[in-house]
């Protein structure tokens, strides 16, 4: 099930960024890494993972993933700390169901966009709200895209 919202705002503060080509498979290690970096830094995930995809080449993908903290981190490596991540003026997909189905989500929310004669000025960000590994049908993710204000 798919629900398309207009005039939404994501906010997420304290987040710890790491932008890579990877191949999907190699994501849940990256991440395990990020959480233990934050966790030898002392501080706490306080968040789901989000996700921004910038392309796609084959099987491999052009990707950041954000990973939310409870407070400041000095980045460190390949790891960039950002205060803040907001999209203002957002079209929001809210997604629920079996994660096989989300890119049937995107691809109803690119039409929405499409069909309104809204321009993107943000990549997508998915945000993970549930996952359940027992029932994959109650997943719940959320894309954020960040939509032009202008009038042309």
Do not use: W
Not at 107 to 121: E, M, T, V
């Amino acid at each position: 099930m798919v629900d398309i919202k207009e005039n939404q705002k994501l906010n997420v503060n304290n987040v710890l960024s790491y932008r890579e080509k990877m191949k999907h498979s190699e994501m849940d290690n990256i991440v395990k890494n990020m959480e233990s970096k934050i966790q030898e830094l002392g501080d706490l995930r306080v968040g789901s993972p989000i996700t921004a995809t910038y392309g796609i080449e084959g099987d491999v993908i052009d990707v950041e993933i954000l990973l939310p903290a409870d407070r400041y981190i000095d980045s460190t490596g390949d790891y960039v700390f950002k205060n803040r991540i907001q999209i203002v003026n957002a079209v929001v997909a809210i997604f629920k169901g079996h994660p096989v189905g989300l890119q049937e989500a995107c691809n109803r929310l690119n039409q929405y966009i499409k069909g309104h004669g809204l321009q993107l000025i943000t990549v997508g960000y998915n945000v993970t709200k549930n996952i359940d590994m027992l029932k994959p049908e109650n997943t719940e993710i959320d894309e954020y895209v960040g939509i032009s204000p202008n009038i042309l």
